[in-house]
């Protein structure tokens, strides 16, 4: 599960862009996006939470940022076809690659929204 800054950002893009479709989700208060949702595409699910900014009981205010030490690394069959349907979506921003890496993976990389690594790799 992993928190993020822009909860509808964060789903217009994984859903619109990278093709994921939401499968559960806690609504937020009234014009605020979900608090937590559940995203899928074919075999692999992920979880995103959202916390809007909130006061403490010493007048300061706290908003959680979103951060990740590392990227997120999925596996696919084909990612010469994953590249041809992203590269035709609107939003997706630049994608890096595909390309063959000395490690046996062929892969292709983006960037979300809340500035996250997505790689996504086929063994060569």
């Given at each position: 599960?992993?928190e993020?800054?822009?909860m509808?950002?964060?789903i217009?893009y994984?859903?619109?862009c990278?093709?994921?479709t939401?499968?559960a989700?806690l609504t937020g208060g009234?014009?605020?996006p979900?608090g937590?949702?559940?995203l899928?595409?074919d075999?692999?699910?992920?979880?995103?939470?959202?916390?809007?900014?909130?006061?403490h009981?010493d007048g300061?205010?706290h908003?959680?940022?979103?951060?990740?030490?590392?990227?997120?690394?999925?596996?696919?069959?084909?990612v010469d076809?994953?590249?041809?349907e992203?590269?035709?979506?609107?939003?997706v921003?630049?994608?890096?690659?595909p390309?063959?890496?000395?490690h046996g993976?062929?892969?292709l990389?983006?960037?979300?929204?809340?500035?996250?690594q997505?790689?996504?790799?086929?063994?060569?």
């Amino acid at each position: 599960m992993l928190e993020v800054n822009d909860m509808r950002a964060t789903i217009r893009y994984w859903t619109e862009c990278l093709g994921f479709t939401v499968t559960a989700e806690l609504t937020g208060g009234t014009g605020e996006p979900p608090g937590w949702c559940n995203l899928a595409r074919d075999d692999v699910s992920i979880m995103f939470t959202w916390e809007p900014e909130h006061s403490h009981d010493d007048g300061s205010s706290h908003r959680s940022e979103a951060n990740l030490a590392g990227s997120l690394y999925f596996n696919t069959d084909d990612v010469d076809a994953l590249y041809d349907e992203l590269r035709h979506r609107d939003g997706v921003g630049p994608i890096g690659g595909p390309i063959d890496r000395p490690h046996g993976m062929r892969e292709l990389h983006v960037e979300d929204p809340n500035g996250f690594q997505i790689y996504f790799g086929q063994p060569l």
